[in-house]
């Protein structure tokens, strides 16, 4: 099997998040998938086969399957524009019908991709003290202009925002107990944030539930997030742009474009560089 592997939402040619793509003319077997997937060990790896006037996909971690990946998506979009031409490709995933934009760009290879509907929702108290504790942080950490809550772009997502970048960098976790809750609650990640200014963001994004301590680069969360920011009403005068994986050595770098109707997609776009063997 020729399984490509592309950094997506890399800064030029260095950073972003690396992720497995595989195009065939039939998808393996879901014990299969996984398994490629676990021998990968990148934090998913997209699995794509022709369906009607575009493409079946889906995405699996080293441990489980999961609905959506952002940047996975972005991945399979150049890969996809490297061996077909630039265009805009439809993929239908196991819960939503989305598609992926790319276009080669010198060395790299430029994406964007329409998430699933976004929505949100306060996190109940008890929840957000348990996710704190489990982080060690305290409320009096946490940005009151963007309260704890639960928000989903097209996979379920805990956010919290920090009110100081030191606190975002010194993150740290009990990896197998935020495992199960993670797996108890049915989120992808826990994205950590915090804001530069209402434009910029710098994120971080635990994701034990998929057997992986931290993404550097996390599309999926990213929509959610925006998604989350348009619901609360905040001044993002139409889109963001996201720094993540920084404090790991991987700066990455994800722009998101806000429709002003709420729930509606999100635009998700970056760069993807094919990482050499």
Same mark, same amino acid.
């Given at each position: 099997?020729?399984?490509?592997?592309?950094?997506?939402?890399?800064?030029?040619?260095?950073?972003?998040?690396?992720?497995?793509?595989?195009?065939?003319?039939?998808?393996?077997?879901?014990?299969?998938? *996984?398994?490629?997937?676990?021998?990968?060990?990148?934090?998913?790896?997209?699995?794509?086969?022709?369906?009607?006037?575009?493409?079946?996909?889906?995405?699996?971690?080293?441990?489980?399957?999961?609905?959506?990946?952002?940047? +996975?998506?972005?991945?399979?979009?150049?890969?996809?524009?490297?061996?077909?031409?630039?265009?805009?490709?439809?993929?239908? %995933?196991?819960?939503?019908?989305?598609?992926?934009?790319?276009?080669?760009?010198?060395?790299?290879?430029?994406? +964007?991709? *329409?998430?699933?509907?976004?929505?949100?929702?306060?996190?109940?108290?008890?929840?957000?003290?348990?996710?704190?504790?489990?982080?060690?942080?305290?409320?009096?950490?946490?940005?009151?202009?963007?309260?704890?809550? %639960?928000?989903?772009?097209?996979?379920?997502?805990?956010?919290?925002?920090?009110?100081?970048?030191?606190?975002?960098?010194?993150?740290?976790?009990?990896?197998?107990?935020?495992?199960?809750?993670?797996?108890?609650?049915?989120?992808?990640?826990?994205?950590?944030?915090?804001?530069?200014?209402?434009?910029?963001?710098?994120?971080?994004?635990?994701?034990?539930?998929?057997?992986?301590?931290?993404?550097? +680069?996390?599309?999926? +969360?990213?929509?959610?997030?925006?998604?989350?920011?348009?619901?609360?009403?905040?001044?993002?005068?139409?889109?963001?742009?996201?720094? *993540?994986?920084?404090?790991?050595?991987?700066?990455?770098?994800?722009?998101?474009?806000?429709?002003?109707?709420?729930?509606?997609?999100?635009?998700?776009?970056?760069?993807?560089?094919?990482?050499?063997?």
């Amino acid at each position: 099997m020729d399984i490509q592997r592309i950094a997506a939402f890399s800064e030029g040619e260095t950073g972003g998040n690396p992720a497995g793509v595989l195009i065939a003319d039939a998808l393996p077997s879901p014990a299969e998938m *996984q398994r490629i997937a676990a021998e990968i060990g990148f934090s998913e790896t997209a699995f794509a086969a022709p369906q009607g006037d575009g493409w079946r996909v889906r995405y699996f971690s080293p441990r489980i399957e999961v609905p959506f990946c952002g940047h +996975a998506t972005i991945a399979l979009g150049a890969a996809l524009a490297l061996k077909f031409g630039d265009g805009t490709f439809p993929l239908t %995933l196991n819960d939503a019908g989305i598609s992926v934009q790319a276009a080669k760009a010198g060395g790299t290879v430029s994406a +964007a991709l *329409q998430s699933p509907p976004t929505r949100s929702r306060p996190a109940p108290p008890e929840l957000a003290a348990e996710i704190l504790a489990l982080f060690g942080y305290g409320r009096d950490d946490l940005d009151p202009a963007i309260p704890p809550a %639960l928000i989903h772009g097209g996979a379920d997502h805990f956010v919290l925002a920090l009110k100081s970048r030191r606190h975002l960098a010194a993150m740290a976790y009990d990896f197998e107990a935020t495992r199960a809750v993670m797996l108890r609650e049915g989120w992808a990640t826990i994205l950590l944030a915090f804001a530069e200014t209402p434009r910029l963001f710098h994120t971080r994004n635990p994701f034990a539930s998929g057997g992986v301590y931290e993404d550097p +680069a996390t599309g999926a +969360a990213t929509a959610a997030f925006a998604g989350y920011l348009r619901d609360l009403g905040w001044p993002h005068e139409g889109s963001i742009e996201i720094v *993540q994986g920084e404090d790991m050595g991987m700066r990455s770098r994800l722009h998101a474009d806000i429709p002003p109707q709420p729930g509606s997609a999100i635009r998700v776009s970056g760069t993807a560089r094919i990482m050499q063997d």
